[in-house]
């Protein structure tokens, strides 16, 4: 047995198979075969495992987010199959007596780039396709694995996992991850949260040579044990017992409500990043979904998704939450959460770059086609709009005024739609500064304290180096937030905690003695969020912070 320790980010115990994904070189190198038969063979069977891939990635999607999000991967299919691009490849592979990596790669970029110089939308809008599936083909010819054997449950090793590359693992495939990089407030760490899925960081001296081999994970303590030995498994199902007991008393919370032990009632709702979520956020009883990081449909492919596959997913969310509230966080790409469909160029400084609102003012047509299916899918239930990154007034008044266009628009053509309330995200230090002039335009108010510790205290989210800095309890953090909240409230408005922090019990009584109003976790924390408020008066251990 060998023991390795780590950083804890997702609680809970896994006893387990590890698959462990290696990233290979992507560059592609022209080589010459001497079996052009066996090329083309390999690249028939290549193909054909590709499809089924897809066919289940379809099967999947239709089943979770509905027939609009699962059509991608039909489109892509039937691109697979198309005479014109297998037949071009083959010719290459044969005519050249070159590798069938680089013949699909100089097949797709040649199409992908006359598609581009198309004078129809539509055409033009299939480049990424082309992209996506040019990519997936190189990757299985390669026989780089990007998607677990079905069947079976694994603790999922890596050395780094981006965002992307952790969201598009089968949640009931997932037993627990491992890697080497990535912090407690990275997106990765959130996302296995979200998932509820055990994970730990910081593990050095990964092996490759893992793969297939048993471990134990300590999502809570940190530690990894490969070969676990008898003892090392016995315990692990104790504590995985004792996990399920506790969980047990928690779920006699399900349908009470969340108020403060002074008897203060507080909204306490969940965080998502897919419908794949909306299950978790139903049996843990959370009263609304504060926090939809909708930017997840748009991470692990080229296309842009359509305004009617957005609408399809945000309408199937809203009516599964019945008249429970759903905010939906407009889209927060850039800083460590990258969208290969959209450009962000070169950035020094991505975390201070191109992110979230700012580059939704600078591409107005991918904001716009997401306002439309927002209000479109408004009718469906009770959908809220979040701004992420206000940092100025004026980025606040410039996003109202495309959104009061978008309303315009679909008034004009006849498409009915409600009132949406529009609200932002306090997750700069200069939002919470201005937040008494922000309060006469927004709605509502939700402090995101993962991007707000960043900022406020100049330090890096992801680097694991300063994680003794990062620290959302620092007096100059939830000054800011309480500045917040009082210029929020004179206002008539309401502020709830959305980051990290909000499941912090020891921030709990903190949070209430400000009067924030709503709270927002990951799904498997809302009855233990429920557990505390009823303990928490927001009057104790006020002493020792400053505010
Ligand atoms: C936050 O910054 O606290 C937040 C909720 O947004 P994200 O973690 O997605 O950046
Ligand atoms: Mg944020």
Redesign the pocket.
């Known amino acids: 047995m060998k023991e390795l320790r780590g950083r804890g980010v997702s609680g809970g115990i896994a006893v387990g198979k590890i698959f462990f994904l290696e990233k290979t070189d992507k560059k592609i190198i022209r080589r010459k075969v001497d079996n052009v038969r066996a090329e083309l063979e390999r690249l028939s069977a290549s193909a054909d495992a590709y499809l089924d891939r897809l066919m289940a990635l379809k099967v999947k999607t239709y089943a979770q987010a509905g027939e609009d999000s699962s059509m991608i991967f039909e489109t892509h299919s039937l691109m697979l199959m198309d005479p014109d691009f297998m037949g071009e490849i083959e010719n290459m592979i044969q005519s050249q007596s070159v590798n069938a990596e680089y013949a699909v790669k100089l097949t797709g970029d040649r199409l992908a780039e006359s598609l581009r110089l198309s004078d129809s939308e539509y055409m033009r809008e299939r480049a990424a396709d082309v992209e996506d599936i040019t990519d997936g083909l190189i990757d299985t010819l390669a026989g780089r694995r990007t998607s677990l054997p079905a069947g079976e449950k694994f603790i999922v090793a890596a050395e780094d996992l981006s965002p992307g590359e952790t969201a598009s693992f089968d949640r009931d495939s997932v037993l627990a991850f491992i890697t080497k990089y990535g912090s407690a407030?990275s997106?990765t760490s959130?996302l296995a949260r979200t998932m509820g899925i055990p994970a730990i960081v910081g593990v050095d001296d990964m092996d490759p040579g893992w793969d297939g081999r048993t471990a134990c994970a300590d999502g809570n303590s940190g530690a990894v044990y490969i070969d676990p030995d008898r003892a090392t498994v016995k315990a692990a199902e104790e504590k995985l017992r004792l996990q399920k007991e506790n969980d047990l008393r928690l779920s006699s919370l399900i349908g009470r409500p969340s108020v403060t032990a002074e008897g203060r009632k507080i909204m306490l709702f969940a965080?998502i990043t897919t419908p794949a979520d909306i299950d978790a956020v139903l049996s843990n009883d959370a009263e609304g979904i504060g926090?939809f990081?909708s930017?997840f449909m748009y991470m692990d492919r080229r296309s842009l998704p359509s305004e009617e596959e957005l609408f399809s997913v945000y309408s199937s969310i809203a009516a599964r939450m019945g008249g429970k509230p759903v905010i939906i966080?407009t889209l927060?790409i850039g800083?460590d959460?990258k969208a290969p469909g959209i450009d962000l160029g070169e950035e020094e400084n991505p975390a201070l770059g191109l992110r979230?609102i700012r580059l939704c003012l600078k591409r107005r047509d991918i904001f716009k086609t997401q306002l439309r299916a927002i209000y479109r899918a408004s009718l469906k239930g009770n959908i809220y709009i979040m701004l992420?990154m206000i940092t100025t007034k004026k980025e606040l008044e410039d996003s109202l005024a495309i959104a009061g266009g978008v309303r315009a628009e679909l008034k004009a053509d006849g498409i009915e739609f409600k009132d949406v309330p529009v609200g932002i995200?306090i997750?700069t230090p200069s939002a919470a500064l201005i937040s008494d002039e922000l309060a006469e335009l927004a709605d509502f108010f939700?402090?995101?304290?993962?991007?707000?510790?960043?900022y406020t205290l100049a330090c890096d989210?992801q680097n694991p180096a300063l994680s003794d800095l990062y620290d959302p309890s620092e007096t100059s953090v939830l000054r800011l937030i309480k500045l917040a909240a009082d210029n929020i409230h004179k206002k008539g408005k309401w502020i709830g905690v959305?980051?990290?922090?909000a499941a912090d019990r020891e921030l709990l009584e903190i949070f209430m003695s400000m009067g924030i109003d709503e709270l927002s976790v990951s799904p498997k924390r809302v009855l233990y969020v429920r557990d505390a408020l009823g303990k928490a008066a927001g009057r104790s251990s006020l002493e020792k912070y400053t505010l």
Do not use: F, W, Y
């Not at 939700?446 to 960043?454: A, K, R």
């Not at 959305?498 to 922090?501: D, I, K, L, Q, R």
């Open positions: 407030t997106h959130i965080n926090l990081r930017e966080r927060d800083a959460k979230a992420p995200m997750e939700s402090v995101g304290t993962n991007d707000l510790t960043q989210r959305c980051g990290e922090a």
